[in-house]
């Protein structure tokens, strides 16, 4: 859901949907399995309508020009110079991270943070979240 161009998931990916029998010749090609109504992941799914929503928000994505800010954790930003659409998203992020931003968002601008809600404001050229996973920064 982050990455540039268009993008597609198989459904039932984004509820933990079991693989289905394998040949034994290529056992990575397992067939589709029933769709697991009764055992729907409901963390991930909210996991994926989060992405999902973030990515319908912001044309960016799919088409801005992309800079990588960070290796640790890995942050890149994507400006779309046709709409000034521009975001910063920090992936595997950990302990309170302090994220790059660089010059994407003004010096002591408020962003916020799609996946949590939180905000923070933009001190160096970096924001501060509480411990998480994903950090997808945009402008309120």
């Known amino acids: 859901m982050l990455a540039p161009g268009g ?3 198989y459904y ?3 509820t933990r949907r079991p693989p289905g029998p394998a040949p034994s010749s290529d056992p990575q090609q397992a067939t589709r399995s029933d769709m697991n109504w009764g055992s729907v992941d409901a963390s991930l799914l909210m996991h994926w309508r989060k992405l999902g929503q973030f990515r319908r928000a912001h044309v960016a994505l799919a088409r ?3 800079q990588k800010l960070a290796d640790k954790p890995y942050t ?3 400006i779309d110079a046709a709409s000034g659409d521009r975001v ?3 992936m595997e992020a950990t302990d309170a991270e302090h994220i790059v931003v ?3 968002f003004p010096e002591g601008s408020t962003v916020r943070d799609a996946y949590s809600g939180n905000t923070a404001i ?3 050229g970096r924001v ?3 411990t998480q996973h994903w950090v997808l920064l945009e402008t309120p």
């Open 7 to 9: 993008v597609q998931i």
């Open 12 to 14: 039932g990916d984004e």
């Open 64 to 66: 801005g020009a992309h």
């Open 76 to 78: 890149f930003s994507r």
């Open 88 to 90: 910063v998203v920090a």
């Open 102 to 104: 660089g010059d994407v």
């Open 122 to 124: 933009v001190r160096q």
């Open 128 to 130: 501060q979240f509480p």
